[in-house]
C-alpha cells in the first residue's frame, strides 16, 4: 500500500457506484453516565451471546472488560484523582499549544482556567470498532468475508469467514476476535421464529448495524443511549459536531478535551467512529499512533523482491565458479 493518502471516501474507493454519504459514530465520552445500555442494546439486536460471568472485574466497576466477538460496544469505567486529573489538563493544554483543529475554520476563544473540580472522578467511555478509512483487517482478510458497505463501513459475513485469524491481527485497534461459543440470528429471519446456527470461531465485530442502515434506522446503540453521548450520523458532519463541542469545553476551563479518529493524515486515515476525550488514547486502552498494518506492505514486497533477487544472482554465480 505504500505511505497512505490523504482525505478518501472509503465506500467510493470500494467502486461501489451508489455509494451513500459516509456514515459513523461521534461518542462524547464527557457525557457518558456509565449506563450500559448501549451494551445492552447491541446485545439484544445482534443477538450476542452473553461475554462471560457478568461479575464486576477487581480492576475496575466493569463486567466485561473489553471489546471482543460477543460485546461489540464496550463501555469502560477509569478511576482518577487530582492529581491525574491535572496532568490531563495540561497535556491538553500542550496540544492547544500544537494548534488543534479549529471550528468551521475559524479560532475558537479558548478559557484555560480550569474551574473548581472535585478531587476524584470517574471517566466513561463507549467504545466500538472504528471502521477505519484504511481498514487492516479489510486488506489482510483471505476469503473476502470482511467488505466495505457503501455507508463506508466494514463487516463481517459470518458464512464466509474460514476463521483463519489474520484479521484479528490486521487491525490495530484490537478490536476482531474470534467467537469462541455462542449463536446468531440472522436479520432475515427476525420477523419469524428465531433459528439460530453455531459461528464458533468466525471473526465478529461491531458492523454499525448495517442492517438498519439499509432500512435508513439508527444503530441500536445510538437509538437506546439516554445521554445522547453517542451519536450517529453522517460523518463529516459528526467531525464539525465534535468540533464544536470540544471548543465549548475548552472555554469551560476542560483543557483536557481532545478528539480521537478526526485527523485524516494519521496512520488509518481517520476513523469512522470518532471520540472526544477527557484524558491521553492510552488512558483508554487507545494506541496514540494507530498505524493500518498494511501500510508498509508495498516497501516490504519491493524489499523481498531485492532481497530474492540478490539470492538468484548468488546461486548462479556459485553455480558457474564450480563448473570452471
Not at 55 to 77: C, I, K, M, P
Not at 155 to 163: A, E, F, K, L, R
Not at 183 to 190: L, S
Request: hydrophobic share 35%; proline share 6%; net charge negative.
Amino acid at each position: 500500500m505504500g505511505q497512505l493518502a490523504g482525505p478518501t471516501d472509503p465506500a467510493h474507493d470500494a467502486r461501489w457506484q451508489d455509494a451513500k454519504p459516509r456514515k459513523g459514530f461521534f461518542t462524547d465520552t464527557s457525557i457518558c453516565i456509565g449506563c450500559k445500555a448501549c451494551e445492552v442494546a447491541c446485545k439484544e439486536w445482534n443477538r450476542n451471546p452473553q461475554d462471560g460471568d457478568l461479575e464486576l472485574l477487581r480492576s475496575s466497576y466493569d463486567n466485561t472488560g473489553q471489546l471482543g466477538a460477543s460485546t461489540w460496544r464496550h463501555v469502560a469505567f477509569i478511576e482518577q484523582n487530582r492529581d491525574r486529573i491535572d496532568e490531563a489538563r495540561e497535556s491538553g493544554r500542550a496540544l492547544v499549544g500544537l494548534g488543534m483543529p479549529t471550528v468551521m475554520g475559524k479560532a475558537e476563544p479558548v478559557d484555560t482556567t480550569p474551574p473548581d473540580t472535585p478531587e476524584f472522578r470517574w471517566l466513561m467511555a463507549s467504545d466500538v470498532c472504528k471502521h477505519c478509512t484504511h481498514a487492516g483487517c479489510l486488506d489482510v482478510c483471505p476469503t473476502g468475508a470482511l467488505f466495505r458497505t457503501e455507508f463506508g463501513t466494514v463487516v463481517v459475513q459470518d458464512d464466509v469467514c474460514n476463521g483463519c485469524g489474520t484479521c484479528v491481527a490486521g487491525c490495530p485497534f484490537g478490536v476482531v476476535e474470534r467467537r469462541r461459543d455462542g449463536t446468531y440470528t440472522t436479520p432475515a429471519q427476525r420477523s419469524g421464529a428465531p433459528v439460530e446456527k453455531p459461528v464458533t470461531g468466525v471473526a465478529q465485530k461491531c458492523t454499525l448495524c448495517y442492517d438498519r442502515l439499509v432500512e435508513d434506522q439508527t444503530p441500536a446503540c445510538a437509538q437506546t443511549c439516554p445521554t445522547t453521548s453517542i451519536k450517529f450520523g453522517d460523518h463529516d458532519d459528526l467531525v464539525v459536531q465534535a468540533r464544536e463541542r470540544v471548543a465549548q469545553l475548552h472555554a469551560r476551563g476542560l483543557t483536557e478535551a481532545r478528539l480521537y479518529g478526526a485527523n485524516e493524515n494519521d496512520g488509518v486515515g481517520g476513523t469512522g467512529s470518532i471520540f472526544l476525550l477527557l484524558d491521553e488514547p492510552e488512558v483508554y486502552g487507545l494506541p496514540p499512533d494507530p498505524v493500518v498494518t498494511t501500510r508498509d506492505l508495498g516497501e516490504m514486497w519491493q524489499t523481498a523482491a531485492v532481497a530474492a533477487g540478490a539470492l538468484v544472482v548468488g546461486v548462479l554465480a556459485a553455480c558457474l565458479g564450480t563448473q570452471r
